[in-house]
């Protein structure tokens, strides 16, 4: 793993835990300089507990925090020079709009003449689209403009670091995916170190230059969307991504070393030339095939020589409007695939189909362990 | 239709209940009143047909001309006494209430606890040995003695109510204070302390009627000089006889300050806390 010189975030060996919850639990991070970093995990990871000892808002029992490279053990969240933007949005209810985003402008340590302040408030308002809306007391406005101020009290000023928790989660659909977009073309934002926590794949993929994924208290796994998205580290970080998830069947390693099915209803060559190399893998060994749902069609032609092929049954169509799920019955397992709309159209349930997959889409992975761990990928 | 009389009944009956309780519970401020009204030559008469005059309140007010009680130096007393409880138990109480809230230190809970059992003791408990000690250290019969013993009175009460209300304050909001770069001080000041302001109103004014109506430290602690209205009314039963219509007229006099107290704070008292400040 390549590692920059000095990160402008890094975390090394951070443990907290509240009482007897262990929130986190030995985490290591990096995030570049003005890189656009997503922390992607289920609720009660710990990636707020990640943004907050960051932002020295939670002293953790051991580890270290350093930013640019210096160590802010006991350093206050004041002279730390990072901005946070609160899933809560933490607005102060007693005050104006205005008053919300000129908060950090009248503190001491980022103090700008009230002139200079206004100014800068109102382009930062105009950025956002807030600008109307500055004289209102924020109890009156909507969750979308509560956001958008609580976004605006992170931009306002210069910071070293931007941290936000889950700042899109509590939008409607239809706002959150205009937000998105905007977000990334804000130019502080381009500029900024930013760390962004969220529980929405979607979002991670779409916004992370780089992603990370954390599960109970740990970084599973660092890196691109492509990297991320073509080598799972382990089942839950390929579970995490995709919708619908990815197909993982259980089964086991044959003596020629292929892939059996648990009831040992199908076959697949797990070392046909296309296919990625296998490690050392026993026979009868535990394992999980996976297979993301858009990499399966329907009928062989289309994949072309050297295409796996399997043979099932439909389960159930779903229209998910141009493209379809089709729920596929293997034996005992299911499978689910999306296809053109088109190529659904005459299936109805037990009808006969043929699934081809490429080889080199298919993950194999270690089975889950039998205290639910997720299992490794076994693939290169 | 059966239903509908039935309600109504039981709605009637309810009003009867009510009227009955409040004529049971105004009963004595009546009779307090008449009492007041009353010429003391007709003070032992029970009929209700009498020449009302204000004599009463003239002599109670005017500084005891005739009765050599200084009436209006116990208001000024307990006015003083009062609102200086009040007002150090808020200096003192409010950052320990927000510690409280904030943060689980070493015996924390134990201190809480000393605290509100202040509360439960009754004050003749340790009234003799605080009697000694203020004679021994000079505090007998001074502001000073009298404000510092009423701790015992507001001090729990601000710290616990106001520790709840710093507990549902979220912490985020100073947090967000903090990376705005305010500093732990300043974050209490600008955000934590305005947002409760309602219940520093709410609890200011409980606090000043218990320190207002407190009988027994006045009573044991004081003399002349910090006398209170609440010993000082009584003053006026001594001698050769009771003059209860005078002690009815200082009584009445002595619930004006936390009557006016509760009207002027009265829309602080029904607001709500930080509305719209967080949304769950």
Known sequence: MRTAPTAAISLRGIHKSYGKNIALDGLD?????????????????????????????????????????TDMTGVEPYDRGVAMCFESYALYPHRSAYDNLASPLRSPRYKLPAAEARERVGAVADLLGIGALLERPVGRLSNGQRQRVALGRVLVRPARAFLLDEPLSHLDAKLRQAMRAELKAIGAVRRTTTLYVTHDSVEALALGDRIGVIREGRIVQTGTREEIWHQPYDTFVARSFGRPRINLLPGTVTADGAFMSADRFFEIPLTSPAAPPVRSVAPGTAVQIGVRPRDLSLGSPALGPGAIELVGSVYITEVLGRATEVTVRLGGQHLSLVVPRADAAGLRPDTPVRLTVRPESLLLFAADDAEGRPGRRITE | MKRGVRGKLIAVAADGALILYFVFALF??????????????????????????????????????????????????????????????????????????????????????????????????????LFVLYQQLGLFDTYLGMIWVLQLVTLPLIVWIMRSYFSDLSPELEQAALLDGYTRKQAFFKVALPLVKPGIAAVSLLAFIFAWNNFVFPLILTSSEAQTVTVGALSFLGGDRPKYNLTAAAALVSVIPPLLLALTIQRYLVRGLSFGAVKS
Do not use: H
């Open chain 1, 29 to 69: 991070l990096d995030v570049a300089e003005g890189e656009f970093f997503c922390l992607l995990g289920p609720s009660g990871a710990g990636k707020t507990t990640t943004l907050k000892t960051v932002a020295g808002l939670e002293e953790p029992r051991a580890g270290t925090v350093s930013l640019d490279g």
């Open chain 2, 28 to 129: 004595p401020i009546a009779w307090m009143i008449i009492l007041s009204l009353k010429p003391a030559n007709e003070l032992f008469s029970t009929y209700f047909s009498f020449t009302p005059t204000l004599d009463s309140y003239q002599t109670v007010l005017g500084a005891g001309s005739d009765e050599g009680v200084p009436f209006l130096r116990f208001f000024v007393n307990s006015l003083v006494v009062s609102l200086g409880a009040v007002g150090l138990s808020l200096v003192i109480g409010l950052p320990a209430a927000y510690a409280a809230a904030r943060w689980r230190f070493r015996g924390s809970e134990n201190l809480m606890f000393t605290l509100l059992s202040f509360r439960f003791a009754p004050e003749l408990t340790v009234i003799i040995p």
